[in-house]
């Protein structure tokens, strides 16, 4: 989590460029559906590892995005996602980029490939089980380990059961930017199962090789959870290494332990613990590769108030405590979700 930083943001405007790209289309083809998201805080900063941020509030935005869904017949569907936020900044000013732009299409039997840049089958399940990615990154996203979007090709569906399913993907490993022109990939894939009742078990992997003296990347993560009417509890973990010529492999895990408890229909609460090793290859043109590590623990707890299924304010509060720092980064926030 970083300090509390202020922005000079021009929303109107970008929202409305966006908005004027998609709505042609929409407009000449009934089937286009547009639709969008966003996550606004308002936040204070308790405590910081740096005592000058202490103090600091305000408002901003973390993250909004704008789709166009269109359905060109009933075996093909498109995306295009546009989306800015906090973490994409040019000159201090939210830069809106391709997130997703993919051609899915059922090929029967409750197959479908995905053709495109969109969602790697990674840790999409576990945000969609939560519920609360407004509120933060899940665990495996946090620490960094793989993207949540690639641009390649995925298959998804069942294996011989409709609660047993299955995720295949292979992409660039370039996230939502361009190809870097090597002939290196990474592969994906995730086993999930989900029988009526409320469980859902899920175990994902994902592998790559690099050019270089980066040699090769693998990981892994597993979901376990519980949904009932009214709450649910799941506990997901992650182990990732990274080798490196000459060097020491780089060994990062983590697990987080996360639930939700809803009172009525408007109120309800949700509350999460993290704990995370992170280890990094740092490379550069005047110094030998070394190897870096940090642990941390993150804790987060809010109440959710929902007037509308499409709109939540959260009072919550997000700390995260480095291991090799004596102070926590602990900030207080409302957060104010909707989709339209």
Same mark, same amino acid.
């Given at each position: 989590?970083?300090?509390?930083?202020?922005?000079?943001?021009?929303?109107?405007?970008?929202?409305?460029?966006?908005?004027?790209?998609?709505?042609?289309?929409?407009?000449?083809?009934?089937?286009?559906?547009?639709?969008?998201?966003?996550?606004?805080?308002?936040?204070?900063?308790?405590?910081?590892?740096?005592?000058?941020?202490?103090?600091?509030?305000?408002?901003?935005?973390?993250?909004?995005?704008?789709?166009?869904?269109?359905?060109?017949?009933?075996?093909?569907?498109?995306?295009?996602?546009?989306?800015?936020?906090?973490? @994409?900044?040019?000159?201090?000013?939210?830069?809106?980029?391709?997130?997703?732009?993919?051609?899915?299409?059922?090929?029967?039997?409750?197959?479908?490939?995905?053709?495109?840049?969109?969602?790697?089958?990674?840790?999409?399940?576990?945000?969609?089980?939560?519920?609360?990615?407004?509120?933060?990154?899940?665990?495996?996203?946090?620490?960094?380990?793989?993207?949540?979007?690639?641009?390649?090709?995925?298959?998804?569906?069942?294996?011989?059961?409709?609660?047993?399913?299955?995720?295949?993907? @292979?992409?660039?490993?370039?996230?939502?930017?361009?190809?870097?022109?090597?002939?290196?990939?990474?592969?994906?894939?995730?086993?999930?199962?989900?029988?009526?009742?409320?469980?859902?078990?899920?175990?994902?992997?994902?592998?790559?090789?690099?050019?270089?003296?980066?040699?090769?990347?693998?990981?892994?993560?597993?979901?376990?959870?519980?949904?009932?009417?009214?709450?649910?509890?799941?506990?997901?973990?992650?182990?990732?290494?990274?080798?490196?010529?000459?060097?020491?492999?780089?060994?990062?895990?983590?697990?987080?332990?996360?639930? @939700?408890?809803?009172?009525?229909?408007?109120?309800?609460?949700?509350?999460?613990?993290?704990? @995370?090793?992170?280890?990094?290859?740092?490379?550069?043109?005047?110094?030998?590769?070394?190897?870096?590590?940090?642990?941390?623990?993150?804790?987060?707890?809010?109440?959710?108030?929902?007037?509308?299924?499409?709109?939540?304010?959260?009072?919550?509060?997000?700390?995260?405590?480095?291991?090799?720092?004596?102070?926590?980064?602990?900030?207080?926030?409302?957060?104010?979700?909707?989709?339209?």
């Amino acid at each position: 989590m970083t300090p509390l930083r202020f922005r000079r943001t021009r929303l109107t405007g970008l929202a409305a460029c966006l908005l004027g790209m998609l709505a042609g289309p929409a407009l000449a083809q009934a089937p286009i559906r547009l639709s969008g998201q966003a996550f606004l805080d308002y936040a204070y900063q308790i405590t910081s590892p740096d005592a000058a941020d202490e103090g600091h509030h305000g408002f901003t935005y973390r993250r909004m995005n704008l789709t166009a869904d269109g359905q060109i017949s009933d075996d093909l569907s498109a995306r295009v996602r546009l989306e800015a936020n906090d973490g @994409v900044l040019n000159a201090d000013r939210p830069v809106p980029f391709v997130k997703d732009l993919h051609l899915s299409w059922k090929i029967g039997g409750g197959h479908a490939l995905t053709l495109g840049l969109g969602p790697t089958p990674v840790f999409g399940l576990t945000e969609s089980f939560w519920g609360f990615r407004s509120l933060e990154r899940t665990v495996v996203d946090m620490a960094g380990v793989v993207s949540s979007r690639d641009l390649g090709v995925r298959a998804d569906g069942p294996l011989g059961s409709p609660d047993l399913r299955y995720s295949l993907m @292979v992409g660039n490993n370039s996230g939502v930017f361009p190809e870097t022109d090597d002939e290196y990939k990474r592969a994906y894939g995730q086993i999930a199962y989900r029988p009526a009742g409320g469980l859902t078990l899920a175990v994902a992997g994902n592998w790559a090789d690099y050019e270089g003296p980066r040699d090769r990347q693998l990981g892994a993560s597993a979901l376990l959870g519980w949904a009932a009417e009214t709450w649910r509890l799941g506990i997901e973990g992650f182990f990732d290494i990274s080798a490196f010529a000459r060097v020491e492999d780089a060994v990062s895990y983590g697990g987080s332990l996360f639930g @939700v408890a809803w009172f009525s229909e408007r109120w309800g609460a949700t509350a999460r613990v993290d704990r @995370v090793r992170r280890e990094r290859h740092l490379a550069s043109d005047t110094a030998p590769v070394r190897l870096t590590a940090s642990d941390y623990t993150l804790g987060l707890a809010g109440l959710v108030y929902q007037p509308h299924p499409q709109v939540q304010l959260m009072p919550n509060v997000l700390v995260v405590k480095d291991d090799a720092v004596d102070r926590a980064d602990l900030q207080g926030r409302v957060t104010l979700v909707f989709d339209f």
